[in-house]
């Protein structure tokens, strides 16, 4: 019952800041310049901003099915990763990617655990790519500071989590004789059950963090992101001299290391962490809210619609999809 009151709390609080953050806006920005812009914006480069944002997110799925072992039907892949990114836009607090996770365990080919662990060095990889794509927008200089102790920190984070995945994958003997019983303390959670979910994570670990796969796997990350890049770029040159043609590239780089479409968020927030970062190192507010609004209009009716065509074509109920607040691993009581 706490659980369930805190849960409630915590959403109306995430409400209530979008609440804020839209009035904000309306006090802050002039939003007859902004209805300007939007009017101005030419569809064609919408249209090819669209076809370049589902060939992003089908790469995105190719990705992930290569994490799983190419077990899961790439089609199915498609449509778990499509409801994930549509939790993500319409539920606050990030639920897009419990669900997603939920509706992949749901399938045949991959346990849940399977799923789980896929999730977990996935966003190992789009960590490395935020870190490669603002690192480019600073080199075009887009204007944000970047200090040496922050990229340090940053560089310093990625390493340790695959350093972590290598001494996890080296030593699983270790891993399973100790982990366990150190899982154990967590509430609800077995020793029987957390040796369980221990094995299946390193088996599927192990799977992954082969040299040849883990090249793979960024090859696509570099395909996905560059798809999402073009997106944003395409979208920008909708907007036709809001922007000097000698700050695109570095402006729609740093949107994607901000907000990439892999990592959709709900209205408000999306727009916030465009339009606040950007404005305050000298881009033009309207115009930034403008594109900021244009972005997140294509992410929903495509990412949203897709994930509609996913429930259908999978018999998805709402009850499956809420599952998510009651699924745990193997061996939680």
């Known amino acids: 019952m706490l659980k369930n ?20 806006f309306a006090v802050f920005v002039d939003l007859e310049a902004v209805v300007r812009e939007l009017r ?5 480069y919408l249209l090819a901003a669209s076809a370049l944002l589902v060939a992003g997110m089908i790469v995105y799925a190719v990705r992930w099915r290569l994490l799983l072992g190419n077990k899961p039907a790439l ?13 993500n836009i319409i539920i606050p607090g990030r639920a897009g990617e419990p669900v997603r996770i939920v509706v992949m365990g749901r399938s045949q080919a991959v346990s849940m655990t399977e ?14 790519m935020r ?20 990229i340090v920190g940053g560089v310093g984070l990625v390493l340790l989590a695959f350093a972590a995945i290598a001494w996890l994958v080296g030593n699983q003997e270790t891993a399973l004789a100790r982990g366990p019983a150190l899982l154990a303390r967590l509430p609800r959670v077995t020793q029987v059950g957390a040796r369980t979910f221990l094995a299946n994570l390193l088996a599927n670990l192990a799977h992954v ?13 570099l395909l996905s992101w560059s798809c999402f890049w073009g997106f944003l770029y395409l979208t920008l040159l909708s907007l036709g001299e809001a922007f000097a043609p000698d700050v695109r590239p570095a402006l729609s780089l740093a949107v994607l290391a901000l907000s990439p479409p892999s990592a959709p968020t709900q209205p408000g927030l999306f727009h916030v962490s465009i339009v606040a970062p950007l404005a305050a190192v000298g881009f033009d507010a309207e115009a930034l809210t403008a594109y900021a609004i244009i972005l997140h209009i294509l992410e929903m009716v495509w990412m949203i619609g897709l994930a509609l065509w996913g429930v259908l074509q999978m018999g998805l109920s709402l009850q499956v999809l809420l599952q ?7 061996g939680v009581n």
């Open 40 to 44: 101005a914006a030419e569809p064609g």
């Open 324 to 330: 998510r607040k009651d699924s745990k691993p193997s």
């Open 115 to 128: 799923a789980t662990s896929s999730f977990v060095v996935e966003r190992l990889f789009e960590q490395v």
């Open 209 to 221: 963090s082969a040299p040849r796969r883990l090249v793979l796997v960024l090859l696509w990350s």
């Open 75 to 87: 089609l199915y892949t498609f449509h778990a990763s499509n409801v994930g990114h549509a939790g």
């Open 131 to 150: 870190l490669l794509v603002l690192g480019t927008a600073v080199i075009y200089g887009v204007g944000v500071e970047v200090t040496t102790a922050t």
């Open 5 to 24: 009151n805190h849960s409630i709390w915590q959403q109306l609080g995430l409400a209530a800041a979008i609440v804020l953050i839209v009035v904000l």
